[in-house]
């Protein structure tokens, strides 16, 4: 049998409520009539037969069961019983819909290829046979379903009225999966896919894997593969599809850009490239490039302050989202550090080949022009309450002050510390320092060198000041003549004041993967978007090119994110998958019961107002 | 408010051919059209007897001296004015309307009203002394009318002013009865009898008192059979006591049952105690009760 206005499970449950409604009903007993008799003598000598009902009853059980047959004829009218075998069942169709980059397409004259895609979903769903379940999905990046399986044909042509296009690849494999999953353990089911049908290499080939996995279900269960090909390939359209810049390690505020463009036509074309940061143009190239080729293009620029790059090609072409591409350059604010010493010759070289740095040397005691962000003091005392991130090598005699043995004639380094930022990246084990003496570290401090189990190096935070100290003169260590020294004191300086941002590449939407800790992020459009952390990573879903804000505990940075590279290969459609959809059963005029229903519930309703009746009567 | 005319002028008209029994001789005033059972000077001849010395002989009978040569005396019944005192029940549960849609709809009272108005009327008629005594839980201030039917509009008016209230306490009214009217005399007790201390003293008194008692059992037909079925919630007029009963067709019969078990034992009572038991049920029309069942129950004739 088939139930199609509701399940059986719906009317068993309509029906019980009603007839437990009635029951409740015939139970009910109205409140007692209160009367004046003129003695209650002979009500008191017959208490046996008139002593009210503890239990209640019925009081026509035959009007009780004829209502509650009624009832359940009137839920079976409702439910539109069919005998078995003549009806429908329909079929499972999952239809995806293209809304990569690609659909934003719009060929000179023509229609948008998403019109198309729209027109076309719109007549398949308008051939489809009543009784048809569809899933929309809109198939970009990701593969969500616009609306599950219904029947309905109205929320198909509002959900197929509301898709909309991505500033993504298609993954278009992804997408057939999830349908296939959709559709799987269903009779008479198909995939429908509705696009351009644009793949690269590797989705090709795993189209072809689906292909054979589909071979292998069970017929019954088999779905129909259709494609529906939209637009004509190739197409004129060239595009950015990267966009990359580094600062140059001598010149902080020198950057070099890389921009890739492609031409996905069939002809040669030449293209300008635009490159501006905050509107203001800093370079146009032309560029030839060849038909279905890309081409890089380079170029150098200074620029100190931070802003918004953009590098645009020009003339417009059917593709407008990627033929603009944007970065984001982050300010270049150099450390100052102030180095009090007696003896800058040594460490003088050191900062003099860190153009990120800005020292200034000044003897003990010495007042530098302005506020530094570091101080060093070079075997010189510190101040017993420093006001500013330090880094301290102590004197000899203070070293034998601050030890409470006596000073070693001389010690080897036996380990760095790799756990901290500060010394991760050294590895030299050739390093012995002479008058030095154990470092005194608290609970907090964390030890960066050993010389067996004596602390050479100690890390310290206290007073929100940042302090690194070395129990020895550079003088009466080998460290200085060593290349990890530079290194040593350039990862202490970031440590103390952050990473210099040495790289302004941009990503591509899609799945993005950000490092750092991050509270919330901000799409171009200012939409907050959904994220995911996965350990120290946070990974989001990003459909719309541009430069996303994403807020942090330490700060809000900004990540610009451009259409990838578009794929460019035609899905090759089989003849089977250009057939039409297989055919709907016949259906069978299916003889409704409802009428005979109703007819039958008109027995039952004459007998409960004949019961109920003939009750009144008698009361 | 009850309409002055309990009795309409035609049965008033029709009252006249109807006496009052009287099953005992009961001395009174002589006077009345009532015969009495006691000789003396009367109009109608009663008997003869042998005359005897210090007889009057004015009532010698010269004519059988004449033929048989003995004294013989002429005895006349006397009339005597026999006092015909209605009691009648003002409690509460006297005022218990009848169910809506029932045959009779008329009130129980009312109709204790009528019949006592027709006792006091058929008192006057006949030139007795007609006293209507309401009572509940005593009797209340009697009225007393005498000197014939001219006398009645004034019983009307004092039953049209009675109204209901109190328990009915049958033993006290009686005892305060008997105290306050020592003679003998006819005495109708219009009630319903739902004395809870029932009525078997009461009429021991009254037989005792040597009055010749009628007990009028006024009730509606559905204190006799309970009409409304399903869970009720009873109140007793007089006590208030609630009660909560499921009545149905069975618990009817049961109920009628044992009503009409007292009415008997309310006759047998009045029976054993050489008085006279009638039961009004107010469905019937009071001209039919009185002048087909009371002559049935040989209270008049």
């Known amino acids: ?619 | 408010m009850a309409s002055p005319l309990l009795l309409d002028r035609d049965f008033l008209r029709t009252l006249e051919e109807v006496t009052l029994l009287c099953r005992k001789d009961l001395s009174g005033t002589i006077g009345s059209d009532h015969r009495s059972r006691n000789h003396g000077p009367g109009l109608e001849f009663a008997d003869y007897r042998r005359y005897s010395f210090g007889d009057d002989p004015r009532f010698l009978d010269w004519s059988a001296y004449l033929r048989l040569g003995k004294l013989f005396l002429k005895i006349y019944q006397t009339e005597e004015h026999v006092p015909v005192r209605v009691l009648i029940d003002t409690s509460r549960s006297m005022d218990c309307q009848p169910e809506s849609g029932e045959p009779a709809g008329e009130p129980k009272f009312r109709y204790a009203l009528r019949l006592a108005a027709t006792f006091a009327y058929l008192a006057l008629l006949r030139l007795d002394t007609a006293v209507v005594i309401p009572f509940a839980e005593s009797i209340r201030k009697p009225l007393v009318a005498a000197g014939g039917r001219e006398r009645f509009w004034p019983v009307m008016e004092f039953l049209n002013g009675l109204g209901c209230g109190g328990r009915t306490d049958l033993l006290a009214s009686v005892k305060q009865f008997l105290r306050q009217f020592t003679g003998k005399g006819v005495a109708v007790i219009l009630s319903d009898f739902f004395d809870e201390e029932g009525a078997e003293r009461a009429v021991e008194m009254l037989r005792f008192a040597g009055h010749d008692f009628v007990l009028l059992h006024v009730h509606t037909p559905d204190e006799q059979r309970p009409a409304s079925y399903g869970e009720l919630v009873l109140e007793d007029a007089e006590t208030g006591e609630r009660r909560r009963v499921h009545s149905s067709p069975e618990a009817a019969a049961a109920y009628e049952r044992a009503f009409l078990e007292y009415c008997g034992r309310l006759e047998r009572l009045a029976a054993r105690n050489g008085g006279r038991y009638g039961r009004a049920l107010t469905s019937v029309p009071y001209q039919d009760f009185v002048l087909r069942g009371l002559r049935g129950d040989r209270v008049v004739e």
């Open chain 1, 1 to 619: 049998m088939n139930w199609l206005a509701i399940s059986p499970l719906e009317a068993a449950l309509i029906w019980s409520a009603l007839a437990a409604a009635a029951v409740w009903l015939y139970l009910r007993h109205p409140r007692p009539e209160l009367k004046r008799v003129s003695t209650l003598r002979f009500w008191r000598s017959i208490e046996g037969s008139s002593r009210p009902r503890r239990r209640r009853r019925i009081g026509e059980p035959w009007a009780l069961l004829a209502q509650v047959l009624f009832l359940l004829l009137i839920v079976l009218a409702l439910a539109d019983l069919r005998p078995a075998g003549q009806d429908f069942e329909g079929r499972y169709v999952a239809l995806l819909l293209d809304s990569s980059a690609w659909s934003q397409l719009r060929p000179a004259g023509q229609a948008p290829w998403i019109e198309r895609i729209r027109r076309e979903a719109d007549n398949f769903v308008d051939r489809l046979a009543p009784g048809d379940h569809v899933l929309i999905v809109s198939a970009d990046a990701d593969a969500s379903p616009l609306v599950s399986f219904t029947a309905d044909r109205a929320a198909m042509h509002k959900a197929i009225a509301a898709f909309r296009a991505s500033d993504t690849a298609a993954d278009l494999p992804r997408a057939l999966e999830l349908a296939r999953a959709a559709v799987a353990g269903k009779r008479r089911s198909a995939i429908v896919y509705i696009g351009p049908g644009l793949l690269d290499e590797p989705q090709a080939r795993r189209i072809e894997q689906f292909r054979r996995d589909l071979q292998q279900a069970p017929p019954a269960f088999r779905p129909q593969l259709l494609v529906r090909r939209v637009g004509d390939w190739p197409v004129e359209n060239r595009g950015i599809t990267r966009l990359a810049l580094r600062r140059d390690t001598a010149r902080p505020d020198r950057w070099r850009l890389l921009a890739q463009v492609h031409n996905y036509g069939r002809r040669a074309a030449d293209t300008t490239l635009t490159i501006s940061i905050d509107g203001r143009v800093l370079e146009r190239q032309t560029l030839r490039l060849a038909a279905g080729q890309g081409q890089p293009a380079y170029s150098e620029f200074t620029w100190a302050d931070g802003g918004l790059l953009e590098a645009e090609i020009s003339p417009p072409d059917a593709l407008a989202a990627d033929n603009r591409a944007v970065a984001y350059l982050p300010v270049f604010r150099p450390v100052h550090a102030a180095v009090f010493t007696r003896d800058p010759k040594i460490l003088k070289p050191v900062f003099a080949a860190n153009p990120y740095v800005v020292t200034e040397f000044l003897p003990p005691g010495g007042r530098p022009a302005a506020v530094p962000q570091v101080a060093i003091y070079d075997a010189v005392p510190p101040p017993p309450d420093p006001e500013t991130d330090s880094i301290v090598f102590l004197p000899a005699g203070a070293a034998k002050r601050a030890g409470r043995g006596q000073p070693a004639a001389e010690m080897r380094l036996t380990a760095w510390n790799p756990q901290h930022p500060v010394t991760r990246w050294l590895r030299t084990r050739d390093v012995s320092v002479t008058a030095a003496a154990p470092l005194p570290t608290g609970a907090r401090d964390a030890v960066l060198a050993w010389s067996d189990s004596v602390p050479l190096l100690v890390a310290r935070q206290q007073n929100g000041h940042k302090q690194v100290l070395a129990a020895f003169d550079p003088r009466q260590s080998n460290l200085p003549f060593q290349p990890a020294f530079p290194l040593l004191m350039a990862a202490a300086i970031e440590w103390m004041t952050g990473a210099v941002e040495e790289m302004a590449d941009t990503g591509t939407t899609g799945e993005v993967r950000v490092a750092g800790p991050a509270g919330r992020v901000f799409a171009p459009s200012g939409a907050e978007i959904s994220l995911a952390r996965a350990g120290d990573q946070l990974q989001l879903l990003a459909f719309q090119a541009g430069l996303y804000r994403i807020a942090g505990p330490e700060g809000e940075f900004k990540l610009a994110l451009n259409l990838p590279p578009l794929p460019a290969q035609r899905w090759p459609v089989t003849p089977d998958e250009s057939s039409e959809l297989q055919a709907a059963p016949p259906i069978s005029p299916a003889r409704r019961l409802w009428p005979l229903f109703v007819l039958l519930a008109l027995v039952p309703l004459w007998a409960e107002w004949h019961f109920a009746g003939k009750l009144r009567v008698e009361s």
